[in-house]
């Protein structure tokens, strides 16, 4: 009978741990595009001036409010400088899942719903390109 509980209790506290991690950012995560998916839309739009160009109007809709011209930061943090410059160890990929699932407890909501993966790397290569011209420019 002992037994019967302890097999029955296991089973409980997998399926409530196993429910937590689906509901965690990172299980969200795990429902995103795959990782080819995501090297095939960095692929796309970094350095292609046309999503550059979509980008920067799509950034000053939404998201200039908060973080500034160019992404060079405000009320929230700059997304060009710093650990955002090109190789400064945040990598667009990361940018692409703060945007995707927000930052709980924060004013950075998600953008899943709002935007397509299209859109968010369209905003990316413009962010990037501020990015890369700033490091230039500091050389
Ligand atoms: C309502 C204000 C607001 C808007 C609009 C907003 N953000 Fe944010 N964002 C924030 C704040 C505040 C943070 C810092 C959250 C924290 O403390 O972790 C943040 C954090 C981030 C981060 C992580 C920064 C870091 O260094 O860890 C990224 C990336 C980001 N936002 C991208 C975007 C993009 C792209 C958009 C437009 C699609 C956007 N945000 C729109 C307020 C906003």
């Not at 997304?79 to 945007?99: D, I, K, Q």
Request: a neutral charge.
């Amino acid at each position: 009978m002992r037994r019967v509980k302890q097999i029955t209790l296991t089973l409980l506290l997998s399926g409530i741990v196993s429910g937590a991690w689906a509901f965690s950012p990172e299980g969200l995560q795990q429902q995103g595009p795959s990782e080819e998916v995501l090297a095939e839309l960095s692929g796309q739009h970094l350095d292609n001036p046309d999503s550059i160009a979509t980008g920067r109007q799509l950034f000053g809709n939404t998201c200039l409010f908060c973080h500034g011209p160019e992404g060079k930061g405000a009320r929230a943090p700059s997304l060009v400088t710093g650990a955002w410059r090109p190789g400064g160890g945040n990598t667009p990929e990361y940018l692409y899942s703060v945007v995707i699932n927000g930052r709980p407890g924060t004013i950075m909501g998600s953008f899943r719903e709002s935007h397509t993966d299209e859109q968010i790397w369209q905003i990316i290569a413009f962010l990037r390109d501020v990015s890369t011209k700033i490091a230039g420019e500091a050389k």
